[in-house]
């Protein structure tokens, strides 16, 4: 998986899928780090997810993250409470929530 592609599959993911049971009006940063690296944010709100590339300093969780090691958690691969407790992603802010969000945009 490229940066691209993970970009794409958070969109579709945003057309596709309705998240509720996390708190509204939240904002994720993935910070996409290594040879193919970028940035980009979530932010969920009644249910619904929008993507959008760049940067949101006001975020409730970042995530530092290869897109190696993100398109493992993606694919259901990789636990995410594995990833953040061996270090091959690091969550920053409210990390349980962090935890919650990634377990609930795995592939189905």
């Given at each position: 998986m490229t940066y691209r592609e993970?970009?794409?599959?958070?969109?579709?993911?945003?057309?596709?899928?309705?998240i509720d049971g996390l708190q509204d009006d939240t904002y994720f940063q993935f910070d996409v780090?290594?040879?193919?690296?970028?940035?980009?944010?979530?932010?969920?709100k009644d249910g619904t997810l929008e993507v959008i590339s760049g940067e949101y300093k006001q975020r409730n969780v970042q995530f530092i993250v290869t897109i190696s090691?993100?398109?493992r958690v993606i694919n259901g691969v990789m636990d995410p409470i594995y990833a953040y407790a061996t270090g091959k992603l690091n969550i920053?802010?409210?990390?349980?929530?962090?935890?919650?969000f990634l377990s609930r945009i795995i592939k189905e």
């Open positions: 993970c970009l794409d599959y958070f969109h579709k993911l945003s057309v596709h899928r309705n780090i290594g040879r193919d690296s970028g940035h980009f944010y979530i932010h969920l090691s993100l398109e920053a802010g409210d990390v349980s929530l962090g935890r919650n």
